[in-house]
């Protein structure tokens, strides 16, 4: 399933996952880093791959479409993680 989304809303997904995410992604999901470094923005194509994920000029830094949301679901499910520690934390 495809997702459209735009560049800046990409790249504060990924600003806003806790360190070491990229790499825990990239383990869970048999991949290399800079492959999904490369999914979030990045351009090294000589360590990582493509992963589907197409630009287009626009606002907001342009629109991103994501063929395969894979790493953009865990990235999310990761973030829901986070804000749950959080609102544990505070309840303790």
Same mark, same amino acid.
């Given at each position: 399933? !495809?997702?459209?989304?735009?560049?800046?809303?990409? +790249?504060?997904?990924?600003?806003?996952?806790?360190?070491?995410?990229?790499? +825990?992604?990239?383990?869970?999901? =048999?991949?290399?880093?800079?492959?999904? +470094?490369?999914?979030? @923005? =990045?351009?090294? $194509?000589?360590?990582?791959?493509?992963? @589907?994920?197409?630009?287009?000029? =626009?606002?907001? @830094?342009?629109?991103?479409?994501? /063929? /395969?949301?894979?790493?953009?679901? +865990?990235?999310?499910?990761?973030?829901?993680?986070?804000?749950?520690? !959080?609102?544990? $934390?505070?309840?303790?």
């Amino acid at each position: 399933m !495809t997702k459209t989304i735009t560049f800046n809303d990409l +790249r504060r997904l990924k600003d806003s996952l806790p360190d070491g995410s990229t790499h +825990r992604i990239a383990d869970e999901l =048999g991949l290399s880093v800079e492959t999904v +470094r490369n999914y979030f @923005g =990045g351009h090294n $194509f000589k360590d990582g791959k493509c992963c @589907g994920v197409h630009l287009e000029p =626009g606002p907001n @830094g342009g629109l991103v479409v994501l /063929d /395969d949301t894979t790493i953009f679901d +865990r990235a999310i499910e990761i973030l829901q993680e986070k804000e749950e520690m !959080t609102e544990a $934390f505070e309840q303790a």
